[in-house]
């Protein structure tokens, strides 16, 4: 079963620092979202990507983020110069256009730790 | 804009009972809406959809949920709570074929 996987699970960094996940969909899936999960809170979208053209981001992606599906395949989430506040987990999900609704796929989650 | 309220963060329930997690929704257009349980550390799993097509949805687990649009509601139930039913219950609400948005959860106890 080849379902969402995302890398890595865990990352505890200094504040400062720049990170980077990864996140590897279902392979037939052309929409790849990101979603940002604090604790007692609901995911709460940053942006999504249909094929490699990120199509919309939220509000709370800020200057410091930076999200890319190269090849509309993988993606990688960017932070950089992190901040405590930006301690949450990482959520990636993937979904197949033309059922509508599409069904979004989740991932494990990456949980962000700064120091 | 279409946005989702779950009323009860935490609701405890017996092992057996009948569980009840309430989620009222705003949209503006006809909506399609989902519930998804998180177990600690890990991702989301689909419980079950709405898609227009009933109005009584059944999913996994022995989980359902009734479309209201009269009170705008998509309360998800299941008749008999297993220890196991024990996690997080999100529900969200989407326009057609985009993102998503979540309620804030609701954590589900299940006492023996």
């Known amino acids: 079963d080849t379902g969402v996987s995302q890398n890595p699970r865990h990352k505890i960094t200094k504040r400062g620092q720049n990170v980077t996940f990864r996140c590897d969909p279902i392979s037939e899936h052309n929409r790849l979202y990101w979603y940002r999960q604090t604790l007692g809170q609901g995911p709460e979208f940053l942006t999504y990507f249909q094929n490699e053209a990120q199509l919309e981001k939220s509000r709370l992606l800020s200057d410091r983020f930076s999200a890319e599906r190269p090849k509309g395949s993988f993606s990688t989430l960017e932070i950089q110069r992190t901040e405590q506040g930006d301690s949450a987990m990482y959520l990636c999900?993937?979904?197949?256009?033309?059922?509508?609704?599409?069904?979004?796929?989740f991932g494990p989650g990456t949980r962000l730790l700064v120091l | 804009a279409q946005s989702v309220t779950q009323l009860g963060s935490h609701v405890s329930v017996s092992e057996g009972a009948l569980v009840l997690l309430r989620c009222n929704y705003s949209s503006s257009v006809p909506p399609y809406l989902f519930w998804y349980v998180q177990y600690p550390n890990q991702g989301l799993q689909l419980l079950l959809k709405?898609?227009?097509?009933?109005?009584l949805v059944k999913g996994i687990n022995g989980f359902e949920a009734e479309f209201k649009k009269s009170e705008t509601s998509f309360h998800l139930t299941k008749p008999s709570a297993h220890m196991s039913d024990a996690a997080e219950y999100f529900c969200a609400v989407s326009p057609p074929d985009n993102d998503m948005r979540f309620g804030a959860g609701t954590r589900l106890t299940v006492k023996p």
């Open positions: 709405y898609t227009s097509a009933a109005t």
């Open positions: 999900a993937s979904s197949l256009t033309g059922l509508a609704p599409s069904t979004q796929y």
